[in-house]
């Protein structure tokens, strides 16, 4: 019988079922190994106290100070009315302020006799406050005694005391304890790292490393350890990409090489403005890839507005040309319904293939979306599996096992975060052979998080707008601070309308939400959300019975059935809508050139990238865009700090990189889908640049000389973890 490895060790046979069960549940974390890699959060030294005065509200928070005060209080109460009732309430002190805590009924015996004056402890529970003082009621304590022999000497030999990562079920002095009984596992840790890697940059052992995150006993120790297990995530994730890099390349594909003057020819005689060099440049880069025998991978990047539908669509042409077809799947209906129609009308004729009045070298682009009629549906479907459809535009409705091509050669990915890894590898066996793949984003990326998100991808980047583009004007409206400002900003929008053009007006959400009890507690704790973020229909109804009466005003959500968005987005189009009130299903996609002004309402409540999204649907055409960031948050806010820097620039990766500094690496990552985001721990995406790139770089020279790891029995473990986490992912995404 094998033993079983000790890092793979359950730990409800290492820890008992009960802590193990509260582990698993809110922590994630199942086996010795797992442990092992839950690192602190960061470290108190002894003798250090922490900062009473600088306590966050309402959150679990672990802190070190001495008891300055205790009192017991006899009260009557309905359970005690002869006065038997008792509170204790203690003082404890940092330095830097005082805290409350107090313990109630049966609970106040223990601590009663422990926590005397001058005695230092480690408190645990949630900030609250009471009489408008901050108090602790009934934390979870750990004394800390120097000199008790009883108290095992190990767990406070450090002078650092490490704080994890904790929940309210289970402090973090639970986890240290845990992490004390399972720390001599440690010595079996198996390293993923390649030995002269490992000696060339003068990283310390797997072992070692555990042992100093977890028990350090100076700021040097954290260190080294940090840059160690860095070094781990970075250099694991990236040998994972390099793999599937390596498995890709070997794949086969057809090559597709655009004929002379086929339909490509055809289509760019049409167009009437000339390609920018940017344009040409990635055009260039993709028809190369397209004229291999093996698959393109490309991640092409390019500002909203730079015209990647256009390289995207020279490059379905292309292989249309020479015999292929080429679907371009799209994360919404909206979206893949305004492809189609921007697609047919850059076409034209072209696009009627098959049709009296078809150009000579046409072909038929069809729509496949879930929502179509079931003949219209079945049309489509016949014209993909006999080869008619050159061109098919949809969204997942495409990956359904009964979607047949005839030879399927390219697949155009919008808006590649919406789509997991697993996703583009359904449609991609859809072809006779694998097709080549195009991945497009508008979100800017910063080369570091391609390396790590995109990994199994070549990227190409498109920054220069295309002539004619104008620029767009971008300022706070300070809604709370003063309310003149937003008065003025409807009037701005009247003033566009005067001149003929439209206006966007979005909102964080839509308004005929069901009230869910939970959704409804969680705002009541959260402090900063006074009030429910705007809503569509209030919104609309506010604007046209008041500050912009008169016009004609609609709305565009999610929830509307997809024959009403595309009526809305139609008359829109057309210019028969003066202002649309829309959540963010407007943020990619929509093209209406003539829309020069967008008020974002609550702007605080999106992220950098997606207001820099947002506001990209104006200035489009000829006339200078303005974007109006409306907020209620005080000046001195981390929230209105965000919305001054998207102001203040229009460069996307500029904008990508603050946004990043600013949320949590998970975050990115999570957005992203690639199953990198639970696996990264110690490792930050911006920070950690140089370090990403060298281990990308270690990577591709090691899976091209090794591509089976047979050298390296500690990198293969830990890769099937990685990925394991991975495909775990997917199927909770499901």
Partial sequence: MDLVPALEEPLKKVLGPATAKVMAEHLGLHTVGDLLHHYPRRYEERGQLTHLADLPMDEHVTVVAMVADARLH??????????????????????????????????????????????????????????RRLQLAHPAYELLRGDDPAESVETWAGTLIPLYPATAKLESWKIGKAIQTVLPSVQEALDPLPPTLREGRGLVSLPEALLK?????????????????????????????????HTDALLP??????????????????????????????????????????????????????????????????????GGQAAMLAPTEVLAQQHHRSITEMMGELAEGGMLGGAEHATK??????????????????????????????THALIEDKVQFHDLGLVVVDEQHRFGVEQRDALRGKGRQPPH???????????????????????????????????????????????????????????????????????????????????????????????????????????????????????????????DKDAVMRRFAAGDTDVLVATTVIEVGVNVPNA??????????????????????????????????VTEMPEASPARQRLTAVAS????????????????????????????????????????????????????????KDPELAELPGLRTALDALLDEEREQFLEKG
């Fill in 74 to 131: 006899t009260f009557a109460s309905a359970k005690a009315p002869r006065g038997k009732g008792q509170r204790l309430e203690v003082t404890i002190t940092d330095g830097s302020g005082r805290l409350q805590l107090v313990f109630f009924g049966n609970g106040v015996h223990k601590p009663h006799k422990e926590l005397l004056p001058g005695t230092r402890a480690m408190f645990a529970g949630k900030v609250s406050v009471f009489n």
């Fill in 213 to 245: 995150i977890h028990r350090p006993h100076t700021k040097t120790d954290v260190e080294d350890a940090r840059a160690r297990l860095k070094w781990d995530e970075a250099f694991v994730l990236q040998v994972a990409l390099a793999r599937r890099r």
């Fill in 253 to 322: 594909a057809v090559a597709r090489r655009p004929s002379p003057d086929g339909l490509l020819t055809a289509f760019d005689d049409r167009l009437p403005f000339t390609l920018t060099d940017g344009q040409q440049k990635v055009s260039k880069e993709i028809f190369d890839d397209l004229a291999t025998e093996h698959p393109m991978h490309r991640l092409l990047q390019g500002e909203v507005g730079s015209g990647k539908t256009l390289v995207a669509l020279r490059a379905m042409l292309a292989v249309v040309d020479a």
């Fill in 365 to 394: 682009v069809v729509l496949l979306t879930g929502s179509m009629g079931t003949a219209a549906r079945r049309q489509a479907m016949l014209d993909l599996v006999t080869g008619d459809a050159g061109l098919v535009i949809g």
């Fill in 437 to 563: 793949l195009l991945v497009m984003t508008a979100t800017p990326i910063p080369r570091t998080v391609a390396m790590t998100v995109f990994g199994d991808l070549e990227t190409s980047v498109l920054d220069q707008l295309p002539a004619g583009r104008s620029p767009i004007a971008t300022h706070v409206v300070p809604a709370a601070d003063k309310p003149h400002f937003l008065a003025r900003a409807w009037e701005r929008v009247r003033e566009e309308v005067g001149n003929g053009h439209q206006a966007y007006v979005v909102c964080p959400r839509i308004g005929d939400e069901e009230d869910d009890p939970k959704k409804a507690k969680k705002s009541a704790e959260d402090e900063a959300e006074k009030r429910p973020p705007l809503a569509v229909l209030d919104v609309a109804d506010h604007l046209a019975k008041g500050p912009l009466h008169g016009l004609r005003v609609e709305v565009l959500h999610g929830r509307m059935h997809p024959d």
């Fill in 596 to 629: 020069t002004a967008m008020v974002i309402m609550d702007a605080d409540r999106f992220g950098v990238s997606q207001l820099h999204q947002l506001r990209g649907r104006v200035g489009r055409g000829s006339a200078a865009g303005l974007c109006l960031l």
């Fill in 649 to 704: 620039t229009l460069d996307g990766f500029e904008l990508s990189r603050i946004d990043l500094e600013q949320r949590r690496e998970g975050d990115v990552l999570g957005q992203a889908q690639s199953g990198a985001r639970s696996s990264l721990r110690v490792l930050a995406v911006i920070e950690d640049e140089e370090i990403i790139a060298e281990a990308r770089e270690e990577a591709t020279a090691l899976v091209a």
